[in-house]
């Protein structure tokens, strides 16, 4: 029992090192950095979104025809729209939409990706097949396209587009996890659990499936950007949120009819886009170049 302690924290020992190692690369890499402060920053942002907005009643069915189309100033730095409200407060709001949408939508994509995915990887047979021939259907649509095809059918709400951004996610999942698990059960620690008696349910949700959340995380990370763009188009097109609610899509529907004289209607929503995906594509990078190293120190060491 002593021999297994200290070997349990030599573990814990290395694993820790390993970690602060692949913490120590990441910060080296100024990039990744800047992806995490972007993303820190707007969803502090987005978070207080009422404290920080400079008219945070704006971001409702609000009007001030007294106010309509006045460009960048000190009172109004993103100028106002049509009607009168400000477009820095409902850039704003519009982060705490848009991110919101894309961690609702990666969480649903990832409790069926990750579970299908799991079941088809490690329990083979025809219920397999079924699912990773399912999964194949799903990736051949493109996932916009799929995304309008099932938006199209639904009412025409944020709800029902966050339904079918979800309804095309879910198969990058399991391709993904399907693929890490057929290699992570020929593993020895694997092995190890079974010839201990180790249920095929425990072996498959509490041995193989920790041991493959680190492609799983770098592919959030990814996706969250291009989760933020299908939410942006569906609404651009009438399909996701409605007006009056400050969504980035609907503000660039909305701008691109007065474009180019009043520029700053469809330009700031755009930047404000462009930010967010920027930001988490960085930080996903970093994070896929720390943890590859890590699963190949891990895997060698098993």
């Given at each position: 029992?002593?021999?297994?302690?200290v070997?349990?924290?030599?573990?814990?020992?290395t694993?820790?090192?390993?970690?602060?190692?692949?913490?120590?690369r990441?910060?080296?890499s100024t990039?990744?950095?800047?992806?995490l402060?972007?993303?820190?920053?707007?969803a502090?942002?987005?978070?207080l979104?009422p404290?920080v907005?400079?008219?945070p009643e704006?971001a409702?069915?609000?009007?001030?025809?007294?106010?309509?189309?006045?460009?960048?100033?000190?009172?109004?730095?993103?100028?106002?729209?049509?009607?009168?409200?400000?477009v820095l407060?409902?850039v704003i709001?519009?982060?705490r939409?848009?991110?919101s949408?894309?961690?609702l939508?990666?969480?649903?994509a990832?409790?069926?990706?990750?579970?299908l995915?799991?079941i088809?990887g490690?329990?083979?047979?025809?219920?397999?097949?079924?699912?990773?021939?399912?999964t194949?259907?799903?990736l051949a649509?493109?996932?916009?396209?799929?995304?309008?095809?099932?938006a199209?059918?639904?009412?025409?709400?944020?709800?029902?587009a966050m339904?079918?951004?979800?309804?095309?996610w879910?198969?990058w999942y399991?391709?993904?996890?399907?693929?890490e698990?057929?290699?992570?059960?020929?593993e020895?620690?694997?092995?190890?659990?079974?010839?201990?008696?180790?249920?095929?349910?425990?072996?498959?949700?509490?041995?193989?499936?920790?041991?493959?959340w680190?492609?799983v995380?770098v592919?959030?990370?990814?996706?969250?950007?291009?989760?933020?763009?299908?939410?942006?188009?569906?609404?651009f097109?009438g399909?996701?949120?409605?007006?009056p609610t400050p969504?980035?899509?609907?503000?660039?529907?909305?701008?691109?009819?007065?474009m180019?004289?009043?520029?700053?209607?469809?330009?700031?929503?755009?930047?404000?886009?462009?930010?967010a995906?920027?930001?988490?594509n960085?930080?996903?990078?970093?994070?896929?170049?720390?943890?590859?190293?890590?699963?190949?120190?891990?895997?060698?060491?098993?």
């Amino acid at each position: 029992m002593g021999g297994v302690a200290v070997a349990g924290g030599e573990l814990r020992a290395t694993r820790r090192e390993e970690w602060r190692r692949a913490w120590h690369r990441f910060r080296s890499s100024t990039l990744s950095l800047v992806g995490l402060g972007i993303i820190l920053v707007m969803a502090l942002a987005a978070a207080l979104a009422p404290l920080v907005a400079p008219h945070p009643e704006h971001a409702g069915a609000f009007v001030d025809f007294g106010n309509t189309f006045r460009p960048p100033t000190r009172a109004y730095p993103f100028g106002t729209d049509d009607v009168g409200r400000d477009v820095l407060s409902r850039v704003i709001f519009g982060a705490r939409l848009s991110m919101s949408v894309g961690v609702l939508v990666l969480a649903i994509a990832l409790v069926i990706g990750v579970t299908l995915g799991l079941i088809a990887g490690y329990w083979t047979g025809w219920w397999s097949s079924l699912i990773m021939r399912m999964t194949d259907v799903f990736l051949a649509i493109p996932s916009i396209v799929l995304a309008l095809a099932v938006a199209a059918v639904l009412k025409p709400n944020l709800v029902n587009a966050m339904i079918a951004i979800a309804f095309t996610w879910w198969p990058w999942y399991t391709r993904l996890v399907y693929g890490e698990v057929l290699s992570a059960k020929q593993e020895a620690y694997v092995e190890a659990s079974r010839s201990v008696g180790a249920s095929p349910w425990r072996v498959a949700f509490q041995e193989i499936l920790p041991n493959v959340w680190s492609p799983v995380i770098v592919k959030l990370t990814l996706d969250m950007g291009f989760v933020i763009l299908v939410e942006t188009g569906l609404s651009f097109l009438g399909l996701g949120a409605q007006p009056p609610t400050p969504a980035w899509g609907t503000m660039i529907a909305e701008g691109r009819i007065y474009m180019p004289g009043h520029w700053w209607m469809a330009t700031f929503p755009g930047l404000a886009i462009f930010v967010a995906v920027l930001g988490f594509n960085l930080l996903g990078d970093g994070l896929r170049d720390v943890f590859d190293v890590q699963i190949e120190q891990w895997r060698g060491g098993a």
